[in-house]
């Protein structure tokens, strides 16, 4: 069975916003493909013996 994802919306500035996109065209990525990378690998690295 697939596992069942979340949404999650973000406000950003827009000039944030663009360099985002940016920084993820730059590695082959969608910004919610690297939003997820990031959020993915933050919860990891922060989440240790919680």
């Known amino acids: ?6 949404r999650l919306t973000l406000l ?7 360099k985002f996109k940016k920084l993820a065209q730059e590695q082959n990525r969608t910004a919610g493909n690297l939003g997820t990378k990031l ?3 933050y919860v990891k690295e922060n989440y240790k013996d919680k």
Not at 1 to 6: G, L, Q, S, T, V
Not at 12 to 18: L, S
């Open 39 to 41: 959020l993915k690998d």
């Open 1 to 6: 069975m697939a596992e069942e994802k979340k």
């Open 12 to 18: 950003v500035d827009y000039d944030v916003f663009e």
